[in-house]
C-alpha cells in the first residue's frame, strides 16, 4: 500500500522509529559514570546501544505526587538499564489500534527514559540529539511504544532520547493548596515540568553517551507536539532545546475556544476534582489509591486535565509569548499528515450533513468557514471535507523508519519499496536537520520559509512544493477546538 500523503509545512519535522529486539550483550565500554552513578546497556543485533529504564527524576509518589519532580537519589553499584519502564498511570490501549503493541504496565512510579546511541558513539563526540515527546491528549501515552524506537536513527549518527511524563490528573492537577504549599504560588503542570527534568538531565548526562548537550532537538506528535511549543514558550528550557519540530499539535492558537487554561480555572477544576474523591485535604487524596485517582478522572463531568499558565513554567498564554517575541527562538519544523485523522466534515455525505456539521463545529463562524471551503454538490463533499479536516492539524511517522512496528501482531500495512525509501528520506531530513537546523538534504531541498509566500512540502506519490491554504489555515487558527479531528491511533 501507499502511505497517506504527508504533508508539511516548511518550518517543522516529525518523527518514528523500527521495534529492536534486544540482544542480550554487554556494551564494550559499560558501565558509564553519570551523574547519580554507574549504568550499564544493552547492545541490539544492529550494533545500536540502547539504555532503557534510565531514571531522570525520583519516583512521583506518595507524598511527591502533584509535585515537582525530584533529584534522582545516587546509587551504589550498577543499574541494569536493561528493560523499559512501567508508562505512568493511564489506561491499557484496545488491541485493534494502531499504536497497540503488547500490554505495559502502568505505576506512578514511571520518570524514566530510553536511550539510544549510535554503535561507534564515544563519551564528548558531540553527536546531534533528537528527543521524542509523546502524544495521547495529556492523558496517555508511553516512551515505550514500539513505533517510537529509536534504533534506525541511532544507526545513522545520532543520540536519541524517548521519554516519560505524568498525564491525566497526576500529570495535570491544579488546586489551590497545591498552589500555596510549593512556595510559588503555582499548581498543575507536573507532565511539562517532567519534561524539563528530562530535558535538565539530558543536559548534564547526554556527553557521556556521544550526544551534544548544546545540540539537542526537541519533537513531539498530537499533545507531545503540543508540548514542544509549550517548553518553546517557557522560560525553564532555555537552553536546554536549540530547534524543535512539531507534528499535528500546537499551543500557539488564538480564540477562546483553543487557549490553555489559566491557573484560577485549573485551581477550579481541582478543587471540583477533590470534592468528586470525597477527600478533605490534600493528605487524603495524597493516601488514594492511583486507580481511585484515575477512575475519578474518567468519570462523567470530571474537569479536563490540560496544561495552565501557571506563571512559572508558563509565564503567559503561548501565543502570546510568541507575538511578544520571548519564546525559546530556534529553528523549527510543523507538519501534518493527510488522512492520520477525521471528523465530521470529513464523515459527512451529503451537502446538508456537510453545512450541519460546519454549524455544529463552527456556530457564528460556520458561514465563515462554507466560504472558504463550499460545496455545491453531494459529490464535492467527501474532497472538500478531508481537505479542512486535513488542514485543522494531523500527522504521522514515517520519520522513525518504524513501520514494521504496525504488523507485529497482525498485517496492518503491506508496505511498498517506495514507502521505504520515503521514510528513508524522511529519517535523513530529519536527522539534517537535528545537526545544522537546515533540513536539506541531496534528495530532498527545502524551500526557505517565507511569511509573504507561505509554502510547504507534499510527501506522497511524489515530493513537491506547493503553495500552503494560509487563509484556511488562518481559520482553524482562530478556531481550534472546534475543528479539533479525532484521531484513529487513540
Not at 550499564?40 to 519532580?69: I, M, N, Q, T
Not at 502502568?106 to 530510553?114: F, P, W
Not at 507532565?191 to 535538565?200: I, N, P, R, T, Y
Amino acid at each position: 500500500m501507499k502511505t497517506g500523503t504527508l504533508m508539511l509545512a516548511c518550518v517543522l519535522l516529525a518523527v518514528s522509529a523500527v521495534h529492536g529486539q534486544i540482544v542480550e550483550t554487554p556494551i564494550p565500554g559499560d558501565p558509564v559514570a553519570i551523574d547519580t552513578g554507574l549504568i550499564s546497556g544493552k547492545v541490539l543485533s544492529s550494533g545500536v546501544r540502547v539504555y532503557l529504564g534510565v531514571p531522570f527524576a525520583d519516583p512521583p509518589v506518595r507524598e511527591f505526587r502533584w509535585r515537582d519532580p525530584q533529584p534522582v537519589k545516587p546509587w551504589k553499584g550498577i543499574y541494569h538499564a536493561d528493560r523499559k519502564p512501567s508508562m505512568c498511570m493511564q489506561q491499557m490501549r484496545a488491541h485493534d489500534l494502531n499504536h497497540y503493541f503488547g500490554e505495559e504496565s502502568a505505576s506512578e512510579d514511571c520518570l524514566y527514559l530510553n536511550l539510544w546511541a549510535p554503535p561507534a558513539a564515544r563519551p564528548g563526540e558531540r553527536r546531534p540529539v533528537l528527543v521524542f515527546i509523546y502524544g495521547g491528549a495529556f492523558v496517555q501515552g508511553t516512551a515505550n511504544m514500539a513505533n517510537y524506537s529509536g534504533e534506525n536513527l541511532a544507526r545513522k549518527g545520532v543520540v536519541y532520547v524517548a521519554m516519560n511524563y505524568r498525564v491525566g490528573a497526576f500529570g495535570f492537577l491544579a488546586h489551590p493548596d497545591l498552589s500555596a504549599e510549593n512556595g510559588r504560588k503555582t499548581s498543575g503542570n507536573w507532565g511539562l515540568l517532567d519534561q524539563v527534568a528530562a530535558l535538565q538531565w539530558i543536559h548534564r548526562n547526554i556527553a557521556k553517551f556521544g550526544g551534544d548537550p548544546e545540540n539537542v532537538t526537541i519533537m513531539g506528535q498530537s499533545a507531545g507536539s503540543a508540548s514542544v511549543s509549550y517548553l518553546q514558550s517557557s522560560p525553564l528550557a532555555k537552553g536546554l532545546i536549540h530547534r524543535v519540530f512539531g507534528m499535528s499539535a500546537s499551543a500557539i492558537v488564538n480564540g477562546a475556544a483553543g487557549r490553555t487554561a489559566t491557573l484560577a480555572e485549573a485551581e477550579r477544576g481541582g478543587v471540583q476534582f477533590q470534592e468528586a474523591l470525597k477527600a478533605k485535604s490534600l493528605t487524603d487524596m495524597r493516601q488514594l489509591p492511583a486507580d481511585v485517582i484515575y477512575a475519578a478522572q474518567r468519570a462523567p463531568g470530571a474537569p479536563r486535565f490540560q496544561p495552565d499558565v501557571d506563571n512559572y513554567l508558563l509565564p503567559a498564554m503561548p501565543n502570546q509569548i510568541f507575538a511578544a517575541g520571548q519564546q525559546n527562538d530556534v529553528p523549527a519544523m510543523l507538519g501534518y499528515m493527510r488522512d492520520e485523522s477525521t471528523n465530521a466534515l470529513r464523515t459527512a455525505k451529503t451537502v446538508d450533513d456537510y453545512k450541519a456539521a460546519a454549524r455544529r463545529l463552527f456556530g457564528d463562524a460556520a458561514d465563515a468557514y462554507l466560504a472558504l471551503y463550499p460545496v455545491a454538490t453531494d459529490a464535492d463533499v467527501a474532497t472538500t471535507g478531508a481537505t479542512a479536516a486535513r488542514e485543522a492539524g494531523i500527522e504521522s511517522t514515517m520519520w522513525f523508519q518504524t513501520q514494521d512496528a504496525y504488523n507485529i501482531f497482525r498485517m496492518t500495512r503491506r508496505w511498498t519499496p517506495y514507502d521505504r525509501d520515503l521514510s528513508d528520506k524522511l529519517s535523513d531530513t530529519l536527522i539534517a536537520f537535528a545537526k545544522t537546523g537546515n533540513p536539506n538534504t541531496p534528495a530532498i531541498a527545502w524551500p526557505r520559509y517565507d511569511p509573504a509566500n507561505e509554502q510547504m512540502i507534499e510527501f506522497g506519490d511524489s515530493i513537491r512544493v506547493r503553495r500552503m491554504n494560509t487563509v484556511g489555515l488562518d481559520f482553524f487558527a482562530a478556531h481550534p477546538a472546534a475543528a479539533l479531528p479525532a484521531s484513529r491511533d487513540r
